[in-house]
Every structure is written in structure tokens, then in C-alpha cells.
């Protein structure tokens, strides 16, 4: 048990039903973004455990895949269960390990049971469609057609640190549901909660090789584990970088990319500024800005801008860092010293450059303090590159033309967000904004976990949300009866 109530946790890696030492014998401390202190251990694997989990994962698809639907959602569910009746302890790990406020993380770790229980349901949901084939010039009604989906089988599922639980689910569970095994790679720095989660699944039933786990690199992993023949689909969520190189890996294999972003949200006029404000102050700051759909760039029109920023201010000045543990705090340090490094000068960078700083962007060891940043030119790093940290950079435009350019002008398009705009700006957005969701009334930073959801662009492509990952989780195979 550690100093603040949470356990410190040892794991082994999980192969073919079995927790076993990693073929090297190797471990790795997992340590508190906040002060350093070990929180746990876990083996590191070689590509030798990355060969085994892919042979053990060969043999549970094989039983996975006969398993009735509405015994796999039994499993899942019993899962769901195991998620509820654990979700202080899961948050507790998820705030050791990832440094967020136990608030934020508790409010992650109760959506594993949801997530668990939509993906046993639409898991059992995998209808085809018949085909009319007589409507076929020369074909007669002696042929009977139809498409059945069927799982594809061995899934890779590799995942980041900044939502170690529900990042994970999202691609385990719906893949489990539709009837894949799965290897699971999660981020080096959170791989104790995506263990705690692999866990419960063993406990509430999943067979031995469906489910493996291998925590160590990502680099010799990830490599082994994408071009290997034996897996059909690859499920990454990460930086773009990194999505590239799965990209040119992967070779002919289904492939998810869920990769980075430079989220816009557009003020105009006539938007409710109190709302906006609030809504900005919580999505530009939430994880410490550690969230793809992170509320990155502003885009507020000249004629609401003062107003604008007079009501987001002394909202980002309240914003209390501190102890992810600790009562009251609302913003925990960023994943490492390093990151928060990189935060900063990006801040600073922009500042030279001709930005204003309004507030914030201060560095203390892996704190940023929460920033705004006035007048950033829209060709400018600090918008077009992703931050993944707790600022926010202001560009003020003269129209509504102009906001939506700038809200276009960079390489991604992951979700974007519009408050104020009259309905045909309104209706425009909608449809000229080149990303994977648009909020009107919000900011990007929402998610509902049964929408579709993913980015365009350098953003990724595919979709995640439960049904739609089901849906990319299988492959539809045509069936014809010859009579
Ligand atoms: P990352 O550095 O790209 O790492 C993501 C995962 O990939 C980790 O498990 C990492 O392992 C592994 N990895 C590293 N090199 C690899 C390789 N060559 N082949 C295969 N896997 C490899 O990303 P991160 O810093 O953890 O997460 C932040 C990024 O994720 C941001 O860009 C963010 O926008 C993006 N993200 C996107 C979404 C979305 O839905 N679009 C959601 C959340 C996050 P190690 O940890 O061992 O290096």
C-alpha cells in the first residue's frame, strides 16, 4: 500500500492465460509523474514473449471464435461487474501512474463497466445482409445470398498513457466481443491499470490465449508485433508519428489510427461567452491538456474576443495544481519532467515569436502552469503542431470565413467545436470543418463512448466508439448457395 491509499502493484506478463516472467528475465519500475515514487513493477518482454503471445493468441482466437456471442457477452459482462465493484481502486491507479486528479480518474475508471457492457451487447449484434442476386442479369432464383460477419481474428491493440483505462477498452472490449483475441501492448509509463483491467477479464471468464498482455518497449514490441503475418488488425491509439510507422510496418492488415490533433474551437458572435468561457476552461486544462481532443487552438472573432477572454482568465487562474491525491487539486503534473519541458518552450517559443501571454506557462519539475496564449498566428508551431499540454493559443479573426480557414489550416482533424454563429454558420460549420466530430455548443473536448469517433487527416483514419470498432473488428464474408 502506498502513502496515499493506493496499492503498489507487481505484474508479471499475461500469455496464453498464464502471468509469467518475461523471457529475459528483465522488470521495470512504474513511477508517480508527481513525485517520483515507484508505484509498481512490471516485466519487460521481448520480442521472443511478443512470438508466444502471438502463438498463445492463435490458439484462443481458434476457441474464441466458436464461442456463442451470448457466452463471450456473459464473460464481458461478469467483466463490466468486476469494473463497477473496482473503480475506486482501478482510479487509484490510474491517478499513481498517469499523475491526473483521483477526481478526473475516478470519473475514467467508472466508464470501464459501461464500455465492457456496450461492447457485450453490440458484440452480439453481427448481422449480415441478404442479397437480392436474382436482380443480376442472367441470374435466376435458384441462388441464395448473403453476407455473414465473422471476427477477423488475432487483434494488436497498443495503446497511450494519457487515458489508461478507457483507451485500452475501447479497443479490448469490443474486440473481445467480437469474437478476436487480442495482444495488448499499453504505454510504458500506465501499463498497471491496463494490467488491473486484463485481470478482471481473466477473473470473469475470457479462455487462456484470448487475452495477452506484454508490457516493455514499444519500439521492439510494436515492430514484431505489427508486421507479424499472423494478426489482421491493427489498433493503434498514439502520435501521429508513430502511427506512420505502424503504417509502413503493417504491410496488408486492417489497420485503426487514432493519432494526434490540434483541436480548434470557434467563438463568434452571438455566443453565450459565459458557457464558452466555462467550457474552454475545462477542455483546454482537463488532464493537463493531455487529451487528443484537448481544446488547443481558440478561434474568436475580433467583435467577442475582449469578452471572451475576460470571462476564460480568471477561470484558468482557478485552476489548482497540486497532489493528484490530495482534495481540491484540479490539474496533476504532466507525464514526465520531460514533457513538461517540451510544454513550456513550446509556450516560450511562441511568446518570442511575437505571442501574448495572458496567463500561466510558468514550469515547475513537471508542472505547466495553465497558459494562455493571445495573438498565435495560425502558421505558428503552437498551432500547428500538437501541444498535449495545458495551454490554450488565441488567433482572432475578422469573419466567419476566415475562422473556419483557420480552423482547416493545419495538417490534423480530429473534432472541432463552435459556439455562437448564426444557423447557416452554424449549418456551414457542419460541413466545412474537416474533422472526425463536430460540437456545436461545446468544445471538441466530448465523448460519448457508443459514438463514432476518430480523426481525419494526420489525424488518423477509422473509428473507434464501441459499435464502430465491432464493425472494424470483423469482416463480412459472402456466402452463395448454388442451387
Ligand atoms: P506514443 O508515444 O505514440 O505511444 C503510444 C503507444 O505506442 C505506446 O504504447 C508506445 O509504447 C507505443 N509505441 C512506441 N513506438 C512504437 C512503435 N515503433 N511501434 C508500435 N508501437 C509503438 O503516444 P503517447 O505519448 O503514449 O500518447 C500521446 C499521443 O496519443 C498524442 O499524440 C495523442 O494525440 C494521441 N492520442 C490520440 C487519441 C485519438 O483518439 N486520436 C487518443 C489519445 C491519445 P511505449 O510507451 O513503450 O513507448
Not at 228 to 235: E, F, N
Not at 395 to 411: C, S
Not at 442 to 453: I, N, S
Request: glycine share 12%; charged share 20%; hydrophobic share 45%.
Amino acid at each position: 500500500m502506498l502513502e496515499n491509499g493506493a496499492q503498489r502493484r507487481e505484474y508479471e506478463l499475461l500469455i496464453g492465460g498464464e502471468w509469467r516472467a518475461a523471457a529475459g528475465g528483465a522488470r521495470q519500475a512504474v513511477r508517480s509523474p508527481f513525485d517520483g515514487a515507484t508505484v509498481g513493477e512490471v516485466a519487460v518482454a521481448t520480442r521472443a514473449d511478443a512470438d508466444a503471445a502471438l502463438a498463445a493468441a492463435e490458439r484462443g482466437a481458434a476457441v474464441w471464435r466458436r464461442t456463442p456471442a451470448h457466452e463471450r457477452a456473459a464473460i464481458l459482462n461478469r467483466a463490466a461487474d468486476l469494473a463497477d465493484a473496482r473503480a475506486a481502486d482501478l482510479a487509484a491507479t490510474i491517478s499513481a501512474e498517469n499523475g491526473k486528479p483521483l477526481g478526473e480518474a475516478l470519473g475514467e475508471a467508472r466508464r470501464s463497466g459501461a464500455i465492457l457492457r456496450l461492447s457485450a451487447h453490440e458484440g452480439a449484434q453481427l448481422y449480415g445482409q441478404g442479397l437480392p442476386l436474382d436482380a443480376n442479369p442472367g441470374t435466376g432464383q435458384d441462388k441464395v445470398g448473403f453476407t455473414l460477419r465473422q471476427p477477423v481474428g488475432i487483434v494488436v491493440a497498443i495503446t497511450p498513457f494519457n487515458y489508461p483505462a478507457l483507451l485500452v477498452l475501447h479497443k479490448v472490449a469490443p474486440a473481445l466481443a467480437a469474437g478476436n483475441a487480442v495482444v495488448l501492448k499499453p504505454a510504458s509509463a500506465t501499463p498497471l491499470t491496463a494490467l488491473a483491467l486484463a485481470d478482471l477479464l481473466v477473473e470473469a471468464g475470457v479462455p487462456d490465449g484470448v487475452l495477452s498482455v506484454l508490457t516493455g518497449p514499444g519500439g521492439a514490441l510494436g515492430d514484431a508485433l505489427v508486421a507479424d503475418p499472423r494478426v489482421r488488425k491493427v489498433s493503434f491509439t498514439g502520435s501521429t508519428g508513430v502511427g506512420e510507422r505502424i503504417a509502413r510496418s503493417a504491410g496488408v492488415k486492417k489497420l485503426s489510427l487514432e493519432l494526434g490533433a490540434s483541436s480548434p474551437t470557434l467563438i463568434l458572435p452571438g455566443a453565450d461567452i459565459e458557457r464558452a468561457a466555462a467550457a474552454v476552461a475545462a477542455g483546454g486544462y482537463v488532464n493537463a491538456g493531455q487529451v487528443c481532443i484537448s481544446v488547443q487552438r481558440v478561434i474568436v472573432h475580433r467583435d467577442v474576443e475582449a469578452d471572451f477572454l475576460d470571462a476564460l482568465l480568471p477561470r484558468v487562474r482557478a485552476i489548482r495544481a497540486g497532489d493528484p491525491f490530495a482534495e481540491g487539486t484540479t490539474i496533476g503534473p504532466l507525464i514526465s519532467e520531460r514533457e513538461a519541458e517540451r510544454v513550456a518552450d513550446g509556450i516560450a517559443q511562441a511568446v518570442a515569436d511575437g505571442a501574448t501571454l495572458l496567463t500561466g506557462g510558468a514550469r515547475d519539475r513537471g508542472f505547466v502552469e495553465p497558459a494562455v496564449v493571445a495573438g498565435v498566428d495560425t502558421r505558428h508551431a503552437l498551432a500547428q503542431e500538437e501541444l498535449f499540454g495545458p495551454a490554450v493559443a488565441v488567433t482572432t479573426v475578422d469573419d466567419f470565413d476566415a475562422a473556419i480557414a483557420a480552423a482547416n489550416g493545419t495538417p490534423y482533424g480530429l473534432a472541432a467545436g463552435v459556439f455562437g454563429g448564426t444557423l447557416t454558420e452554424g449549418v456551414r460549420a457542419i460541413r466545412e470543418i474537416d474533422a472526425g466530430s463536430v460540437h456545436l455548443g461545446w468544445t471538441p473536448l466530448w465523448r460519448a463512448d457508443l459514438m463514432p469517433y476518430g480523426g481525419l487527416k494526420a489525424s488518423g483514419h477509422g473509428k473507434e466508439g464501441v459499435r464502430s470498432a465491432v464493425e472494424e473488428m470483423t469482416e463480412a464474408k459472402t456466402v452463395v448457395m448454388h442451387g
